[in-house]
């Protein structure tokens, strides 16, 4: 069945540090990769988002690389700040926006 | 543009009881999905409406039912609660590949 997983559940890094979150999907049809901050008790927000035809996608701090051929997708998060502590949340998509989500990933960023 | 409500914001009831949770979407989206977040996980997929029926549907039992109404509105029942149903029902609204979460209505089940 459609499947994504997503590691590690919990990650701390240090302030200026690098933050890498990675997610395995398992329907090949998928083709859109969008991954989402939830802070405690807000909705979840889109940061970045991929599509199947690009292998990479940066937005200032944040990128995104997608390997079609091992069904994978990262998250990296350069020189973090306190601010980009939350849970981060990966999703996996074909056809007509039926989400199929990660299980979260709580990011610690120590001052 | 309010983007996505939901109402209510918390709500508590108790084992077997049943539960409306309603949701509007942003203006000029077509299609309702709502999710189903127990805490610490991930958002499960629970169904979605486009044109007032139901177009597809995760892996969520009979006593979850929805509507979608003609001005896309939407709303979420779920009959004979369970005290498993306890969990942050999220709603989406989306047109082609914008989605818009809406902040959620927080269900304990006692």
């Known amino acids: 069945g459609e499947n994504v997983e997503q590691h590690p559940s919990t990650l701390s890094v240090q302030e200026g540090d690098s933050a890498v979150i990675k997610c395995t999907y398992s329907?090949?049809?998928?083709?859109?990769f969008p991954w989402y901050k939830q802070e405690l008790g807000k909705r979840p927000q889109l940061i970045i988002d991929i599509r199947s035809n690009v292998g990479e996608k940066k937005d200032q701090r944040i990128a995104v690389t997608l390997n079609k051929t091992a069904k994978h997708f990262s998250l990296h998060i350069t020189e973090t700040q306190p601010e980009d502590s939350a849970v981060y949340f990966c999703?996996?998509?074909?056809?007509?926006?039926?989400?199929?989500f990660g299980t979260g990933t709580r990011l610690k960023v120590l001052a | 543009d309010a983007g996505v409500t939901q109402s209510p914001t918390h709500l508590i009831k108790t084992r077997g009881q049943q539960v409306t949770l309603r949701c509007s979407p942003k203006?000029?989206?077509?299609?309702v999905s709502w999710y189903q977040q127990a805490l610490g996980q991930g958002p499960q997929f629970i169904f979605q409406y486009y044109e007032e029926e139901e177009r597809q549907r995760g892996n969520f039992p009979d006593r979850f039912s929805g509507h979608q109404f003609p001005n896309y509105s939407s709303e979420l029942n779920v009959n004979a609660l369970l005290l498993g149903d306890s969990a942050l029902y999220l709603c989406a609204s989306s047109l082609a590949r914008e989605v818009d979460f809406g902040p959620g209505t927080r269900l304990t089940v006692t």
């Open positions: 999703a996996a998509i074909k056809g007509t926006y039926k989400y199929i």
């Open positions: 329907d090949s049809a998928s083709n859109y």
């Open positions: 203006s000029g989206h077509d299609t």
